[in-house]
Nanobody, 115 residues
Framework: QVQLVESGGGLVQPGGSLRLSCAAS????????MSWYRQAPGKDRELVAV????????NYADSVKGRFTISRDNAKNTVYLQMNGLKPEDTAVYYC????????WGQGTQVTVSS
């Protein structure tokens, strides 16, 4: 059974940091491109960052470049999103996604940036 379980969300003040984790099981993690998406209330889900299988190339949305870092640990079947310099506009539910010939989604974790 495929599972993607996100964790690490919460409430943080502007300028703060959070590290999200997504633990995967039920498929061959190292063969899948992994990504983080987010969805704010009333908005479409948007791609935040992606890391490829194999060579681990990364790509980021312009809005998070220089502040967020995506990484993966294939030995632990886990992908991470380190978020620094958080802004109120980063408030959203964050989802991880695994993609190859098919794709899988996690259930999401809430990130709220507020003073």
């Amino acid at each position: 059974q495929v599972q993607l379980v996100e964790s690490g969300g919460g409430l943080v003040q502007p300028g703060g940091s959070l590290r999200l984790s997504c633990a995967a099981s039920g498929f061959t993690f190292r063969l899948y491109d992994m990504s983080w998406y987010r969805q704010a209330p009333g908005k479409d889900r948007e791609l935040v960052a992606v890391i490829t299988s194999g060579d681990g190339r990364t790509n980021y949305a312009d809005s998070v470049k220089g502040r967020f870092t995506i990484s993966r640990d294939n030995a632990k079947n886990t992908v991470y999103l380190q978020m620094n310099g958080l802004k109120p506009e980063d408030t959203a539910v964050y989802y991880c996604k695994a993609a190859r010939t098919r794709f899988y989604w996690g259930q999401g974790t809430q990130v709220t940036v507020s003073s």
